[in-house]
Structure formats: C-alpha cells, structure tokens
C-alpha cells in the first residue's frame, strides 16, 4: 500500500435503541417565512419572535452535513423552514456540500422559485418539494394568509421543472371543508406538470394536519382513511417507501404518496430521519422540543460526539408499546 495513500475510515451507522437508522438529515435553515399558513408549525419549531431570529450559520450547516457524510455515511440532505429560499446563502450552501452529497432536495412556497430554480440547479440542487394547498385562489389565500401569490407558486413549479429540479414533490395539507374536494383537480395539474417535464416530472403528497401543534385546527382535520380507501379502489399499482412505510398510489399515470403521521406506529417505527433546527440543535423527533440537542460549535469531534448523543434520545412518538423493545422489523441494514 502507498503509504501517502489516505487510509479510509470504516464508516459507523447513527443507529438509535429502537433499532432505526439515520439515512437523511432536514435542516430547517430559517424560521423566517414569507407566509403565514393557517396549520404550518415550522418543522416543529413554531415561531419566533423577531428578536430570536439568530440563525444556524451557512458554515455550520456545511460542516454538520460533512461529518454525518465522512463518519455515518449520511449523504442525503433536506432544506426546510420557514421559506429556505429566503435565505440570500442557499446557493452557496448547496454549493458547498455537492461534492459529498448524494442527494440535496428543499422544501419551499415556490413564490421565489421561478427567480432562483435555474441558479440553484447550477449549485446542485437536485429537486425541490412545493406546498401547494389549492389551486383555488380564495382558498389559497384563505390558507397561506396572502393574496396574489398563486401564480407566482405555478410559475414557479413550471421553472423548477424546466429547471430539471424534479421529480418535483407537490405537498399538499388536507384540511377538511377546505381543499379535500381538490385531489382530483391536483392530479390533473400534475399530469399537465408530467407532460412540460417529459416524463414523471411530479409526485402528489397528501399530508395529514398535525393538529398537536395547534389544537384549534382539529377542526380541519380530514380523514385519511377514507382519502386512502378511494386512492386504492383507483391505483393500477401500490408501493411502499422505506422512509416512514408511507404508501404510494399510481392513478391514471399519476404517483400520490400520503403521509400519515397521527396515531401511526408505522410511521415513527420507519422513520430514519434526523432534524436539525433553524438556531442550530438537533431535533431527534418532529413532535418533541425537551430532547433537543446543541451543536455549539463547528469542531468536528463535538459534531460527531452530539450527533451519537441524540440517538440517546430518539424513541417512537406514536405507539408506547413499541418503546419497552426493539422494533426488530426495521433492524435490517442496507
């Protein structure tokens, strides 16, 4: 062997006492957004005031990804808010962390996304997700707390397609007496999203309200049993992600996936997911805030030292049954 040759680390797995493995890290990047959405709860976080807006520098963001690449093999990244792409350093993030990346994706409203799609796919960026409620404009304003703002989000799925950032994900919340009369309507816009792309350009995913973070929207919570029942008497095919066993449904050349996180053992047993907020700490489950984790500096010990601490204090939201022993369906590794 050469002895100028760089010996390779044998790579650890973040792996938690549940026997669920990190695969991916979300980093919501700012609390800032530039709509006020009637259910949004800002990755958990809720929001803050104007004062606290301190955020997790670009620097640090990079160096988190690195390390969970270079020491756990973690090489798919999220970007998530508030709105990421308020932040004037995105490019230069995604930029940053190309190289041991395997996968970059973000969140976004899609108002700005027409301005940077081309920009952030130059960076690296490789597909974007867009919230996208309605396709109703009273009903969009209705739920984001804006007005005029809807073709500003189309416009912006259309560049980000053309841009090559897909498949792009349609998130779409359903609140009952709103929008859950849309999906159909949805799935048409998507087929037309799939023609301009030349393909599978677009995914729709229905997501369940978490009412837990706002009691006041139990309200507008719809069912997803029934949204799943009608899903299936109509797929020519089903499929089952990895990530959260949530389940995909292929209708009429369109792909749905719902995310169904209320009540659903399931979906925390699968979940391989690792968040890290907007102030910089890590955030072992989305439903929780009194297990967060600091990561206080950018030396790369510390990192890895916080990252295998926050595994300490992972443990299934759903389903208390599952936190007395190992979750032994989800231990095979890949």
């Known amino acids: 062997m050469n002895p100028k ?25 700012t609390n800032c957004c530039n709509l006020n959405c009637i259910y949004c709860h800002r990755e958990g976080e809720g929001r803050r005031e104007e004062r606290d807006r301190e955020e997790i520098s670009a620097e640090l963001v990079i160096e988190i990804a690195r390390v969970a690449s270079d020491y756990f093999d973690i090489r798919k990244i999220k970007f998530s808010g508030g709105e990421p792409l308020m932040r004037d350093d995105l490019v230069d993030i995604v930029q940053g962390m190309r190289d041991f ?8 409203n899609g108002i700005f996304l027409s301005k940077y799609a081309a920009e952030l796919a130059d960076a690296g960026l490789d597909r974007v997700n867009v ?29 980000a397609i053309d841009a090559g950032l897909t498949p792009l994900k349609l998130n779409m919340v359903l609140l009952k007496g709103i929008n859950e009369d849309e999906i159909v309507g949805m799935m048409d816009f998507l087929r037309e999203c799939n023609k301009r792309g030349s393909g599978e350009a677009a995914i729709l995913q229905l997501i369940e309200l978490i009412p837990s973070f706002n ?11 029934e949204v799943e029942v009608e899903l299936k008497s109509k797929a020519s095919a089903i499929k089952t992600r990895r990530l959260q066993h949530r389940r995909k449904y292929f209708v009429d050349g369109v792909e749905v996936e719902v995310v169904h996180p209320i009540d659903n053992t399931e979906f925390c047993a699968n979940c391989s997911r690792l ?45 208390k049954n599952l936190a007395n022993h190992k979750i032994t369906q989800i231990s095979t590794r890949k």
Not at 5 to 29: A, H, N
Not at 288 to 308: G, Q
């Open 275 to 319: 968040r890290i907020t907007s102030e910089g700490k890590i955030k072992p489950c989305l439903l929780r805030n009194d297990n967060l984790v600091p990561i206080e500096s950018v030396d790369e010990e510390h990192i890895v030292n916080k990252l295998k601490l926050a595994m300490r204090y992972r443990e299934p939201f759903f389903g």
């Open 215 to 225: 009691p006041s929207m139990l309200t507008y919570e719809a069912d997803f049993y």
């Open 101 to 108: 990346e395997d996968d970059i994706s973000t969140t976004t």
């Open 5 to 29: 040759e760089e010996v390779k680390r044998e790579k650890e797995r973040l792996i938690d006492d549940y026997g669920r493995e990190i695969r991916s890290l979300r980093f919501s990047i």
């Open 131 to 159: 919230s996208l409620d309605s396709l109703k404009e009273e009903r969009y304003d209705f739920i984001t707390s804006s007005s005029n703002n809807l073709q500003k989000v189309i416009d912006g799925i259309h560049s």
